[in-house]
């Protein structure tokens, strides 16, 4: 079935420096990218997509690339703050366009 | 903050309860669909309702049932509660550019 991979499960920065979490995908027919911060005791926030007509869109010091050829994905954190600790989920939109595919998530942890 | 909200906050079960968890948006969003998120898990994809009529299902059994209303309000019911039904559920809304915003979420404990 549809499945949405994504790595680091865990990742630890220091303030100011840049984080990447990266996804893969499954279903070739997906063309729509979210990313959600859920912070603790929170629900999940939408805080940027893409769709698969562009390759990246940057909004503030988040970023987010697509390769739809190797069906991979990433979000890019530039200068980090100890506001953005939080757990990261990608997901992929699935071919019926009715559910999102969601990775296992990867909790961020920026100390200063 | 978007405008969605869900009922309970949170709730507490036994095993082989039914349980009722209900869901609306300020917007009235024709569009609702139902997530499970287990602890330390992503959200998994239950059920998805479109102007009442169903529109979608994961992989999830029967006894997950869903109902939506015509002012777009919805309700997940669960039957035959299991231990693995403790979770996180959340109900999300599309906006007219298709993002999907969610729910502050029912904690579900079984025991």
């Known amino acids: ?112 | 903050e978007t405008g969605v909200t869900q009922s309970p906050t949170h709730l507490i079960k036994t095993r082989g309860q039914q349980v009722t968890l209900r869901c609306s948006s300020q917007s009235g969003h024709n569009t609702v669909s139902w997530y499970q998120q287990a602890l330390g898990q992503g959200p998994q994809f239950i059920f998805q309702y479109y102007r009442e009529e169903e529109n979608g299902r994961g992989n999830f059994p029967p006894r997950f049932s869903g109902l939506q209303f015509p002012n777009y309000s919805s309700e997940l019911n669960v039957n035959a509660l299991e231990l693995d039904d403790s979770a996180l559920y959340l109900c999300a809304y599309y906006s007219t550019r298709g993002e999907q915003f969610f729910g502050p979420g029912t904690r579900l404990t079984v025991l």
């Open chain 1, 1 to 112: 079935g549809e499945n949405v991979e994504q790595h680091p499960s865990t990742l630890s920065v220091q303030e100011g420096d840049s984080a990447v979490i990266k996804c893969t995908y499954s279903d070739s027919a997906s063309n729509y990218f979210p990313w959600y911060k859920q912070e603790l005791g929170k629900r999940p926030q939408l805080i940027i997509d893409i769709r698969s007509n562009v390759g990246e869109k940057k909004d503030q010091r988040i970023a987010v690339t697509l390769n739809k050829t190797a069906k991979h994905f990433s979000l890019h954190i530039t200068e980090t703050q100890p506001e953005d600790s939080a757990v990261y989920f990608c997901a992929a939109l699935n071919q019926a366009g009715t559910a999102l595919i969601f990775g296992k998530g990867t909790t961020l942890s920026v100390s200063s």
